[in-house]
């Protein structure tokens, strides 16, 4: 695809975010609202980096977004809990986009101290409607290294059981299909499909003996693996979430280093 032929569909992507972003915001969608706010900075930067080439023989031009805006924006896709590889893999392949590993180390604490300022009434502006959280783990509530979530998810989805790393990537699977196939002659559908095809060799009998597969065969396999051990993840959540929605609402979020959850509960009461 031509430059041009590019610039246009990114602008009809822009315009295509603006309008839903019109419609959550009149239903008072706030986590939708959020949602659409990261993916239509990232979608607005690369237009911008498309026309300044365009403008310019070097093309030089920086836009890249902030690094929230991009955690935030492959984790509305994924839906899901996911490593930091996994972002960056889906940042770069779905958006075009690179997640800097050293702009990450920061990014954690700094959402909490936004979302504790909020809370204290000392934040310049309103609450924001999402934050990045890390994922916590079942047993302990603490939180998982190198593994990130939104504050906008339910905290059943949040929080990571034994079976939930295998029932999350096939989750993201499916959601990554679904996406592929709607992406027509996109210009970004070539990098997902790499990288559903290195999923494809997780999954038994996903994909022919030709090494050749079709999203429906992908996503058929996934959720026929996911119907196997869903119920035991769900269960496996449900029962952590009890116990941690006894925490207070800052330990729900970003988790407790406490060992133990009872001890905490009795210290704040």
């Known amino acids: 695809m031509d430059r041009a032929a590019?610039?246009?569909?990114?602008?009809?992507?822009?315009?295509?975010?603006?309008?839903?972003?019109?419609?959550?915001?009149?239903?008072?969608?706030?986590?939708?609202?959020?949602?659409?706010?990261a993916q239509l900075s990232v979608a607005e930067r690369r237009r911008n980096r498309l026309l300044q080439a365009e403008a310019t023989a070097t093309g030089s031009f920086d836009a890249a977004p902030p690094i929230r805006d991009q955690v935030i924006a492959a984790l509305s896709l994924l839906g899901?809990?996911?490593?930091?590889?996994?972002?960056?893999?889906?940042?770069?392949?779905?958006?075009?986009?690179?997640?800097?590993?050293?702009?990450l180390a920061s990014l954690r604490r700094d959402e909490q101290r936004s979302w504790q300022a909020a809370q204290r009434g000392t934040a310049r502006g309103q609450a924001r409607p999402t934050y990045v959280t890390p994922a916590l783990t079942y047993d302990r509530l603490a939180p998982m290294r190198g593994q990130?979530?939104?504050?906008?998810?339910?905290?059943?989805?949040?929080?990571?059981?034994?079976?939930?790393p295998r029932a999350d990537l096939l989750r993201v699977i499916v959601r990554l299909c679904n996406e592929s196939e709607r992406a027509?002659?996109?210009?970004?559908?070539?990098?997902?499909?790499?990288?559903?095809?290195?999923?494809?060799?997780?999954?038994?009998?996903?994909?022919?003996?030709?090494?050749d597969f079709t999203y429906?065969?992908?996503?058929?396999?996934?959720?026929?693996?996911?119907?196997?051990?869903?119920?035991?993840?769900t269960a496996e959540r449900h029962a952590a979430a009890r116990r941690a929605r006894k925490l207070d609402p800052e330990a729900q979020l970003f988790g407790t280093s406490l060992q133990n959850v009872s001890t905490h509960v009795e210290a704040a009461g």
């Open 148 to 164: 990130l979530a939104l504050s906008s998810w339910p905290l059943e989805t949040r929080l990571i059981g034994p079976t939930s």
């Open 6 to 37: 590019e610039i246009k569909r990114v602008m009809d992507e822009v315009a295509a975010y603006q309008v839903d972003l019109a419609a959550a915001l009149a239903d008072r969608k706030l986590d939708r609202v959020a949602q659409l706010m």
């Open 80 to 103: 899901s809990p996911s490593p930091v590889s996994l972002l960056r893999d889906v940042s770069a392949a779905r958006f075009g986009e690179v997640i800097q590993p050293s702009r």
């Open 216 to 233: 429906v065969q992908l996503r058929e396999a996934a959720q026929h693996e996911l119907g196997q051990i869903a119920d035991t993840d």
């Open 184 to 211: 027509g002659d996109a210009p970004w559908a070539a990098d997902v499909r790499r990288l559903l095809w290195r999923f494809t060799r997780t999954i038994a009998a996903s994909v022919p003996d030709t090494g």
